[in-house]
């Protein structure tokens, strides 16, 4: 079965500074996705960033981006300019088959992040 | 688009006693997915359904649990002689075929005294 490690169960990072959350994953598996959820306090999780495995090019949204390091199965996420808002827990994702498949995701055990003012 | 919809959020209920949660997912997703989350982890894989089909579920799922989705709509979970190691957020999500992620609910916490 896949896992997710999420080393880091909490982080803080001063607001507009940059801040970077690990994750590495087990796969046997060549084809599959690694996503980057946020669940803020008492709300539901939204996705902050896809990468698709057979994508060399790292994946950016906005502030928000990663570093796909397929070899050495690791898929950090870098959050620029942190804002108050980013305040949340992180999860990391995995997900294996293209996208008409039903396959679950399996989560890691998140990253807490605190922005400090 | 109103987003998944949860009910209820907030369940306590006394040990042996059984709770149902509801789940109304994004109307056009045929994808519906049901996961258990405990303090301090990520969520966990409960079930999967594809329109009112059951098919997947995880070992997890003991037979003191039960969901449906009649008529591949709204979806139900269920678990029978509740135990306190039944206490978690049970999120709920959906998604439409050919799409990468899921569009999650807010959940609903279930405390078992």
């Known amino acids: 079965a896949q896992t997710v490690t999420q080393s880091q169960p909490e982080m803080s990072v001063q607001e507009a500074e940059t801040v970077t959350l690990s994750c590495t994953y087990d796969t046997s598996e060549s084809d599959y996705y690694l996503f980057w959820y946020k669940q803020p306090p008492s709300r539901q999780m939204i996705l902050v960033i896809r990468?698709?495995?057979?994508?060399?090019q790292n994946a950016t949204e906005n502030r928000f981006s990663v570093n796909f390091q397929k070899a050495a199965k690791s898929f950090s996420l870098k959050i620029s300019d942190s804002q108050l808002g980013d305040a949340a827990m992180y999860f990391c994702?995995?997900?294996?088959?293209?996208?008409?498949?039903?396959?679950?995701?399996?989560f890691g055990s998140g990253t807490k992040l605190n922005v400090k003012p | 688009d109103t987003g998944v919809s949860q009910n209820p959020r907030h369940k306590i209920t006394k040990r042996g006693q059984n709770v149902t949660f509801r789940c109304d997912p994004i109307?056009?997703?045929?994808?519906l997915y049901w996961y258990r989350q405990t303090l301090g982890q990520g969520p966990e894989f409960l079930t999967y359904?594809?329109?009112?089909?059951?098919?997947?579920k995880s070992r997890l799922l003991s037979d003191r649990f039960s969901a449906e989705r009649p008529k591949g709509s709204f979806s139900t979970l269920e678990i029978q002689r509740t135990e306190q190691g039944d206490s978690a957020m049970y999120l709920c999500?959906?998604?439409?075929?050919?799409?990468?992620?899921?569009?999650f609910g807010s959940g609903t916490r279930l405390t078992v005294v």
């Open positions: 990468q698709e495995a057979y994508k060399q």
């Open positions: 359904f594809q329109n009112e089909a059951q098919l997947e």
């Open positions: 109307s056009e997703h045929n994808r």
């Open positions: 999500a959906s998604r439409k075929g050919g799409y990468y992620g899921y569009t």
């Open positions: 994702a995995y997900r294996s088959g293209p996208p008409a498949n039903f396959n679950k995701f399996y």
